[in-house]
């Protein structure tokens, strides 16, 4: 009996693998019809701009479609990450630098709060690349950066000690974080943030159209 379980587990592991090899080719020739070579990667920076514009739009665009498709799982993104390396970010934040820059010019935020909230939106490509295609999902995205921004905001607070700090510290962080927070921002984001958004594609000129890699189905 155990030794049906073993063979039946290691028949299984065998699928699964030779399942992830299939899906892993998938993702690669379709990340390298828009990215074009591994030398692409490794010099994105020293790209002409709107080059690098057009492969970051269109590699959120394809890990979007990859993403609705249910292909791209935490293995495969585990693969995208060790295939662009540190270069990701930088591609992804080619492409979404100006609509952020544009909602804190709207909100009248910058500095810490720009940097915290580029962190906040690139840890989660997937989420991200949904985000661009509904203001009220960018929103959503906007608003918990915003909050995590807040709790970084508060607890890097130096020069502040004693219990009663403590204590008024820890009770604001408990409040910062708490989801009503994020949900009640949200709605009071949702009209700048979503005329930014709204703006910004008015004036990329259907920019979503440009987005759609060639390959895609």
């Given at each position: 009996m155990l030794e049906k379980q073993v063979r039946k587990a290691i028949l299984e592991a065998k699928d699964n693998k030779e399942k992830f090899l299939i899906e892993e080719n998938?993702?690669?020739?379709r990340i390298f019809t828009i990215i074009e070579s591994k030398e692409v990667i490794d010099n994105f920076e020293f790209l002409p701009e709107g080059k690098k514009m057009k492969i970051a739009k269109n590699l959120i665009e394809e890990i979007r479609f990859l993403d609705e498709n249910n292909i791209?799982?935490?293995q495969l993104m585990d693969f995208l990450g060790k295939m662009f390396g540190n270069s990701l970010s930088g591609i992804l934040?080619?492409?979404?630098?100006?609509?952020?820059n544009s909602i804190l010019g709207g909100l009248?935020?910058?500095?810490?709060?720009?940097?915290?909230?580029?962190s906040f939106i690139l840890k989660d490509p997937r989420r991200l690349a949904k985000a661009l295609k509904s203001c009220n999902e960018l929103t959503?995205?906007?608003?918990?950066?915003?909050?995590?921004?807040?709790?970084?905001?508060?607890q890097e607070q130096q020069g502040m000690q004693g219990t009663g700090y403590t204590i008024l510290r820890?009770?604001?962080?408990?409040?910062?974080?708490d989801t009503k927070v994020v949900i009640e921002l949200q709605d009071k984001?949702?009209?700048t943030v979503c005329g930014v958004y709204n703006n910004f594609n008015k004036k990329a000129s259907n920019v979503y159209e440009k987005l759609k890699p060639e390959v895609a189905a």
């Open positions: 998938l993702v690669k020739t791209l799982n935490e934040q080619a492409a979404i630098e100006p609509l952020v009248g935020l910058s500095g810490f709060f720009k940097n915290a909230l580029m959503a995205l906007v608003s918990e950066a915003l909050v995590e921004a807040l709790v970084m905001m508060v820890n009770t604001l962080l408990g409040a910062i974080q984001l949702e009209d």
